[in-house]
T-cell receptor
Framework: GAGVSQTPSNKVTEKGKYVELRCDPI?????LYWYRQSLGQGPEFLIY????????DSGLPNDRFFAVRPEGSVSTLKIQRTERGDSAVYLCASSRKESSYNEQFFGPGTRLTVL | QKEVEQNSGPLSVPEGAIASLNCTYS??????FFWYRQYSGKSPELIMS????GDKEDGRFTAQLNKASQYVSLLIRDSQPSDSATYLCAVNLWKGRGGNKLTFGTGTQLKVEL
């Protein structure tokens, strides 16, 4: 029973570049979430998927951020024209199904640094 | 007012003592509550979930929920140095499809001293 996996663990990029962050949820979990955590803060919600569709993308900060989950399993968070303010740890979580009573389990995160 | 509030600490307790961590939330219709532990440089690890008023015990951990007062707490008995970490309180407001997301506090740093 592997947990949530995320790749890469670290990503350093230059301002203006495009990046993709990948998340592989726990097997059998249908709900997948993306959060972002800055130093000294709690994780901040970005988007969540139930199956293949984005059920709530209200946390995406602007249209440079986009996420997909084409087959209902692996998800990719895509950031265009990166800015220094995008530097943070990007966390992915999954839960068995869509319910407030379902516990969310986090992956190890991707630390994104925009120079 | 922040949606989920925690004292940032650090909270220092001696080894073997009870550590008490508190969290308040602003939305009365919040339905589920979670405590995560986060070691420095690591991702949050779920340690407790609670949904009903009262206490829920799991080993050395007890979560307490009081919906009328809108607070949730975590007690750690017989604190160990390995409990030193940041403890994040998270609240889930279920609004049906599209509302299933966690809102986190900023976390309380706990230091258990020898």
């Amino acid at each position: 029973g592997a947990g949530v996996s995320q790749t890469p663990s670290n990503k350093v990029t230059e301002k203006g570049k495009y990046v993709e962050l990948r998340c592989d949820p726990i097997s059998g979990h249908t709900a997948l979430y993306w959060y972002r955590q800055s130093l000294g803060q709690g994780p901040e919600f970005l988007i969540y998927f139930q199956g293949t569709g984005a059920a709530d993308d209200s946390g995406l900060p602007n249209d440079r951020f986009f996420a997909v989950r084409p087959e209902g399993s692996v998800s990719t968070l895509k950031i265009q024209r990166t800015e220094r303010g995008d530097s943070a740890v990007y966390l992915c979580a999954s839960s068995r199904k869509e319910s407030s009573y379902n516990e969310q389990f986090f992956g190890p995160g991707t630390r994104l640094t925009v120079l | 007012q922040k949606e989920v509030e925690q004292n940032s600490g650090p909270l220092s307790v001696p080894e073997g003592a009870i550590a008490s961590l508190n969290c308040t939330y602003s939305d009365r219709v919040s339905q589920s509550f979670f405590w995560y532990r986060q070691y420095s440089g690591k991702s949050p690890e779920l340690i407790m979930s609670i949904y009903s008023n009262g206490d829920k015990e799991d080993g050395r951990f007890t979560a307490q929920l009081n919906k009328a007062s809108q607070y949730v707490s975590l007690l750690i008995r017989d604190s160990q140095p390995s409990d030193s970490a940041t403890y994040l309180c998270a609240v889930n407001l279920w609004k049906g499809r599209g509302g299933n997301k966690l809102t986190f506090g900023t976390g309380t740093q706990l230091k258990v001293e020898l």
